[in-house]
Nanobody, 121 residues
Framework: EVQPVESGGGSVQAGGSLRLSCAIS????????MGWFRQAPGKEREGVAR????????AYADSVKGRFTISQDNAKNTVYLQMNSLKPEDTAMYYC??????????????WGQGTQVTVSA
């Protein structure tokens, strides 16, 4: 299985937390960058966070800075997205992706099926 596999989504009240996990094959894990994207109904897919696998440099969308943390566990070939202080506007399908890097989805060529995150007010 080359495609990433996400897990950890669910429903939570505003202010709550969730941790998303992305299991990646060793081949895919060798990609330059792992990213989390999200897409809400009627909206474009947007980059949320990314981590460059070599140096562990991270980047975040302004809307999640200070609330979300991306991390990786090389021993487990897994990337995580810790989401705290969740807001209703964080409600979306969250996707894990692997590729060259940057904020554009077009730079990523491996995509998971997504995991739903729903935040109620």
């Amino acid at each position: 299985e080359v495609q990433p596999v996400e897990s950890g989504g669910g429903s939570v009240q505003a202010g709550g937390s969730l941790r998303l996990s992305c299991a990646i094959s060793p081949v895919t894990y060798s990609s330059n960058c792992m990213g989390w994207f999200r897409q809400a109904p009627g909206k474009e897919r947007e980059g949320v966070a990314r981590i460059y696998t070599a140096g562990k440099t991270t980047a975040y969308a302004d809307s999640v800075k200070g609330r979300f943390t991306i991390s990786q566990d090389n021993a487990k070939n897994t990337v995580y997205l810790q989401m705290n202080s969740l807001k209703p506007e964080d409600t979306a399908m969250y996707y894990c992706a692997a590729g060259l890097g940057g904020s554009s989805a077009s730079n990523y060529n491996y995509w998971g099926q997504g995991t739903q995150v729903t935040v109620s007010a």
